[in-house]
């Protein structure tokens, strides 16, 4: 059953959803040749700490770390680890934070110094793929609606559509109904409602579309070894459109959320 949210709720979800965007934004700031992504982890947990939440993916069904750290061809659900980031990489991180009994979820894959011209188009194409996710967001249309424009567009553009890990609701509980494929028809699946809030989340992959997961039970790796690009935000479906509670303005004042939770790898 999808779960819509009251008025009441959806503050909640929004002040939820900036506190992870701007951790996110200013765990983007860290990320350089010669950091470790365990240095990135620790600084998400502070973070997030410090502005009263709580980290969502720590201990979530024995989920070690307060971040997923997938690397290049790490799709998701990545382990933090002494893996010092190169010139070249990219970098997912994806980030979960409770505040107040409800979550935010967010994830962005950033390039690490100088990257070559195909991975910066992965990149760039996840990131179009989300945005036009978002558009989708809106009353009266179908799930299936954002699923189909985000194949369409990845598609269209030789990239593989990761089928096996989803979107979701997103409330009280980090996974909601209803699942979200980055995959599917238009006109298909139930009507998007007000109040509704979605986890939207494209995983685009250079090469194949098929995953397999490695033997630390949760890192998810392309089956054929290229690279893998993961974006994601939370999104309250309002009567006018959608609203992306976990964007942030660039010129958003952090200071005033993350006071005190400056760290230096």
């Not at 350089?32 to 700490?49: L, N, S």
């Not at 894959?109 to 996710?133: H, I, K, Q």
């Not at 998007?192 to 090469?207: C, D, H, R, T």
């Amino acid at each position: 059953m999808i779960i819509g949210k009251s008025k009441k709720e959806l503050e909640k979800m929004r002040a939820a959803g900036r506190v992870t965007g701007l951790v996110l934004q200013e765990l983007k700031r860290l990320v350089q040749p010669g950091v470790t992504t365990i240095e990135i982890d620790r600084a998400a947990e502070k973070m997030i700490r410090d502005a009263g939440g709580l980290p969502t993916f720590k201990g979530y069904h024995g989920f070690p770390y307060s971040i997923c750290a997938s690397v290049n061809e790490q799709v998701v659900h990545g382990f933090p680890s002494d893996y010092v980031l190169k010139d070249g990489d990219i970098f997912s991180i994806d980030c979960g934070v409770t505040l107040e009994g409800f979550v935010g979820d967010t994830a962005t894959t950033v390039p690490v110094g100088n990257v070559s011209e195909d991975w910066l188009a992965l990149v760039r194409v996840t990131e179009e793929c989300l945005d036009l996710a978002i558009e989708e967001c809106r009353p009266g249309r179908h799930l299936g609606d954002i699923g189909a424009v985000v194949q369409q567009h990845a598609e269209a553009r030789g990239y593989g559509v990761v089928r096996d890990y989803v979107g979701h609701g997103i409330g009280r509980r980090m996974h909601e109904d209803p699942q979200i494929p980055n995959y599917g028809k238009r006109g298909q699946g139930p009507k998007i409602k007000a109040g509704y809030v979605f986890a939207v989340e494209p995983m685009i992959n250079l090469g194949t579309q098929h995953t397999k997961v490695l033997a630390d039970g949760w890192t998810v790796v392309t089956l054929d070894g290229k690279p893998s690009a993961h974006v994601e935000h939370t999104i309250a479906i309002t009567e006018e459109g959608p609203e992306v509670l976990t964007k942030i303005a660039a010129n958003d004042p952090a200071e005033a959320v993350l006071a005190g939770s400056s760290f230096n790898p």
